[in-house]
């Protein structure tokens, strides 16, 4: 098992084999995270300039910045377990720079899902 300063950091020579539940769920929940709240506060700030002369317009970057903390809270962190789940069950071992990619790709994953819903509502 990664020792504690393992678990979100790279090790000095790159990488880290990942064999256990808990390591892959913190990873993948960790770097969904990440993205999540990376990609909500540009686009926080894109509402909030486009917006800013707007009397409620406004206030939509405050509602991305909430939405940039329940999607990994709630579904981001039931996936991670999921995949974490089938990755430790069928006893892969996977280096942590996948790990990195999984998490990354569920937050891509939701923003194209709720893009598209978007663009379906118009």
Do not use: D
């Amino acid at each position: 098992m990664a020792s504690e300063s393992q678990l979100f950091f790279l090790s000095p020579n790159g990488t880290f084999l990942i064999e256990h539940f808990l390591p892959y769920w913190f990873n993948i929940f960790v770097w969904c995270v990440v993205t999540s709240v990376l990609i909500h506060v540009l686009a926080a700030l894109v509402a909030f300039r486009a917006l800013r002369y707007q009397r409620i317009g406004s206030y939509t970057a405050c509602i991305f910045l909430l939405v940039s903390l329940i999607y990994p809270l709630t579904g981001g962190a039931i996936f991670s377990a999921l995949i974490a789940g089938i990755f430790s069950t069928g006893g892969f071992v996977i280096e942590s720079s996948y790990v990195i990619l999984i998490g990354i790709g569920l937050t891509i994953a939701y923003v194209i899902t709720s893009y598209s819903r978007v663009l379906a509502s118009l």
